[in-house]
């Protein structure tokens, strides 16, 4: 096991691991939501074969300090964060990397410095569209602007778990979300990410976020502060991302049974009003699923478009297939980088 480490920014006291320190090429690895970089530690030991391999954990996540996060910045805090973790590692130039909301910061963070960025890889990320709130391919918006996104948004028996940290309910997440059934991951590696995970920061300010009702169905709005309310339409798009003028090439890895970032996401209104989880639904020509995966593949389209160049992996696996399937990740990341 790689010990964790503590680092003092200019912003907050960071905790992260590393491996292959001193190894010239550099990758900077972020997390996803109610998780944590240690989410990353299966894959350390052979990553750090060739790479100076880095993941820290993120505000409101693991052992990082605790902050409030302001929504209204979109995934701006946490990309100033990372920033400021960067300064203090003396890293200038990377590789970067993130999975699902940590793949969102890793755009952010692309606009912020796109000079800092040597090639971006995206693992399952959220639309930069943001998560929940909008439809059809092109992410447009409902009416009101944050319908259906944000701390509203989160399944109140989970937060409710999370608050009393619960193991029992985290294993079944990491079951039937994070991978595909019927994967699992020794019982080692399962009780780290389940400990992990239950050290999420509860609150308006911090997980899942504050929120506003409204008339109209499905009655939350987005509100002003916390994890959720970042990943909104109406604070976290990122098509800043298109106007970048040095355009880092960019992978995409998702799992082909992904049911979190999905066009059929079970933690999306439209899809679970589909299904009848939840009521008064109003119908698909009011309020279908949203798309994630044809968000993304229009959105990284309109950037080949632009100048800029990708390629899409699927591979075999839920939300993070990266472990489900980590020799074929590597030799894709590995091709990436050549």
């Not at 996803?32 to 530690?41: E, V």
């Not at 409902?142 to 009393?164: E, I, R």
């Not at 998702?254 to 119908?283: A, C, K, N, T």
Request: hydrophobic content about 35%; aromatic content about 14%.
């Amino acid at each position: 096991m790689y010990p964790k480490r503590v680092i003092e920014t200019a912003r907050l006291r960071t905790s992260y691991y590393r491996a292959g320190e001193g190894r010239v090429r550099k990758l900077l690895l972020l997390h996803g939501n109610l998780s944590s970089a240690a989410f990353y530690l299966p894959l350390f030991q052979k990553l750090s074969r060739t790479w100076d391999v880095v993941a820290p954990d993120l505000r409101c996540f693991g052992d990082t300090e605790d902050a409030p996060l302001d929504a209204t910045r979109g995934y701006r805090d946490w990309s100033d964060d990372v920033y400021a973790f960067c300064q203090a590692l003396g890293w200038d130039r990377f590789y970067l990397a993130g999975w699902s909301m940590g793949g969102d910061v890793v755009m952010q963070f692309t606009i912020d410095h796109p000079e800092m960025v040597e090639r971006l890889i995206l693992i399952a990320p959220g639309s930069p569209y943001g998560f929940g709130g909008s439809y059809g391919e092109d992410g447009t918006t409902y009416y009101p602007l944050g319908l259906g996104s944000g701390g509203g948004c989160a399944n109140p028996g989970l937060v409710n778990v999370m608050t009393k940290r619960s193991r029992l309910f985290m294993r079944d997440m990491l079951h039937h979300f994070f991978f595909k059934p019927p994967f699992r991951l020794s019982w080692q590696w399962e009780n780290l990410m389940i400990e992990e995970s239950c050290k999420v920061k509860i609150g308006d300010d911090r997980y899942p976020g504050s929120f506003r009702v409204c008339a109209r169905w499905p009655y939350v709005m987005a509100g002003k502060t916390g994890v959720l309310n970042a990943m909104s339409p109406k604070y976290g798009n990122l098509n800043a991302l298109l106007d970048v003028k040095e355009k880092p090439m960019i992978l995409w890895v998702r799992g082909d049974s992904d049911e979190i970032v999905s066009d059929h996401s079970m933690m999306e209104f439209g899809y679970l009003g589909q299904l009848g989880l939840v009521q008064g639904w109003p119908g698909e020509q009011v309020y279908p699923p949203q798309p994630m995966v044809k968000q993304m593949r229009h959105f990284l389209n309109e950037y080949a478009s632009k100048g800029g160049s990708y390629n899409e992996t699927v591979i075999d696996g839920g939300h993070m297939c990266i472990l489900e399937h980590p020799d074929e990740f590597l030799t894709v990341l590995r091709e990436f980088a050549s």
